[in-house]
């Protein structure tokens, strides 16, 4: 079937492919649900179980284990195949549930996320690696649209879902409901999903090199709650070891990552910089923005999550609508468009708060939206047709990895940048709004690395050949 061809919604969602396209709507919705979970359940389990210190914990280990998880998941498809992989890291993550959901105490509950955390890292991972296996490349695009819809229920539904749960029933009811998903997502795999091929080299485990991921993403985590100073040293410690993480993989006989991974000599290593970017640049909003509609304007929690889910719903909207584009110059402008749009919108969402205009601020959340919503379907789709036949696994398992890993930056990053602003000891509107403004500037800039980056990639993408993946 040819590229040429366009390709219809109504084909993802027909009886060849959709039971593939169900497999990876529930894939995508286990990880993003369960990365909204903490907000709505934790804290009523921390009044239920003692260790409120330890609260924030819960996010940071499933954050640390799901990055680690997504650097393996490509050794692990090698090993076991596509559909032991999917079902074993499933119960993985249903053990983690089952950990959580009955703890006694927090420690208990940290283990359960921890292990939750590795297993939806790499089913995640291998949702991403299976697109271009099981679906033509005209359909891809659709199949990212597809995910950013899900990513947008999730992230306004997510919390309220499990909110409502925590309220109705119990916090464990919200970590519960996890089970009856993995368990269709299981069957279907069985039903649906190939084996794949399994390596027939033997392979020795990468500890090092997972070490290594999992020590520097800590390192970031720990640097978004660390005095400013402090902070710095941890993302400078953090930034070595996720080098020397990479600079070893590279070196290795079976790699995690492609062999050009971030590298600005290739177009994957581009691309690989603007996915890891534009999280970084979106984080400024993504962390304090709820928390300053309650600060600055008195919003109650519900209508400051409404406010911020702007962001999402133009993200799930404009992926959508522009998942219809063939023309590769069109596709290249609208990969150079998206961080100039989040980049623009997140000025925009500071003058909003500045001058306060609500108005003002919702159109900037809207442009961040659009930012991601047009661009990364596209960005994706760019790394995966220059990656060569034999990383693309590699390539396409690393996706979401490199995005959890500049969501978990840029946390890090604002939380250095607003408390070395004196954001925590801002008393007042006028010194609250003072002290976010190197935040946003920060945040802009990132954005303006990522459409450097970008350009990078549209340049070197016309020169390198384009594989046509799952043609049939």
Do not use: H
């Amino acid at each position: 079937m040819s590229d040429t061809v366009e390709g219809r919604w109504a084909e993802i969602f027909g009886p060849r492919y959709l039971p593939v396209t169900t497999i990876l709507a529930l894939g995508v919705t286990l990880f993003a649900f369960n990365a909204f979970l903490s907000a709505a359940a934790l804290p009523s389990a921390v009044q239920d179980l003692g260790g409120v210190e330890v609260i924030s914990w819960a996010t940071t280990l499933y954050l640390v284990f799901a990055i680690v998880g997504g650097a393996a998941a490509a050794l692990l498809k090698r090993r076991l195949g596509s559909r032991a992989s999917l079902i074993g890291l499933a119960v993985i993550f249903l053990v983690g549930t089952l950990i959580a959901a009955i703890a006694s105490d927090m420690t208990q509950v940290l283990i359960g996320r921890s292990v939750q955390g590795f297993g939806e890292g790499v089913v995640a991972a291998l949702c991403f690696a299976l697109i271009p296996e099981l679906f033509p490349s005209r359909l891809v695009p659709k199949v990212f649209g597809m995910q950013a819809v899900v990513w947008a229920v999730a992230a306004f539904g997510g919390p309220a879902g499990a909110g409502a749960l925590t309220e109705l029933i119990s916090w464990r009811a919200a970590f519960l409901i996890n089970v009856p998903f993995v368990l269709i997502f299981v069957v279907m795999c069985m039903l649906v999903v190939p084996r794949g091929e399994k390596s027939a080299e033997a392979e020795s485990f990468p500890g090092l090199r997972l070490l290594t991921i999992g020590a520097g993403t800590m390192l970031v985590a720990l640097a978004a709650v660390a005095p400013p100073v402090q902070a710095v040293l941890l993302l400078i410690g953090a930034a070595i070891l996720l080098v020397i993480a990479v600079l070893l993989d590279r070196r290795a006989m079976q790699r995690l990552m492609p062999t050009d991974a971030f590298s600005l000599r290739t177009a994957v290593g581009s691309g690989l910089w603007v996915f890891l970017l534009m999280p970084v640049a979106g984080a400024a909003t993504a962390v304090y923005l709820i928390m300053l509609l309650q600060q600055l304007w008195g919003f109650g929690p519900t209508q400051a999550a409404i406010t911020a889910a702007v962001m999402a719903v133009a993200w799930s909207l404009s992926s959508v609508t522009v998942a219809n584009v063939r023309q590769r110059s069109t596709r290249r402008i609208l990969i150079r468009t998206g961080p100039l749009l989040l980049g623009a919108g997140l000025i925009l969402v500071l003058l909003g708060l500045e001058w306060s205009q609500f108005w003002v601020l919702v159109v900037g959340q809207a442009m961040v939206g659009l930012g991601f919503g047009i661009s990364n379907g596209y960005i994706m789709l760019t790394i995966m047709e220059a990656s060569s036949a034999e990383e693309r696994d590699r390539t396409s398992a690393l996706l979401p990895t490199t995005q959890s890993a500049g969501n978990a930056l840029g946390a890090a990053l604002a939380g250095v940048a607003a408390n070395a602003a004196g954001y925590p000891l801002a008393v007042g509107n006028a010194e609250v709004l003072a002290s976010i403004v190197p935040l946003f500037i920060m945040a802009a800039l990132f954005a303006v690395l990522a459409f450097l980056a970008a350009l990078r990639l549209v340049q070197l993408a016309k020169v390198t050949p384009l594989a046509t993946f799952a043609e049939e």
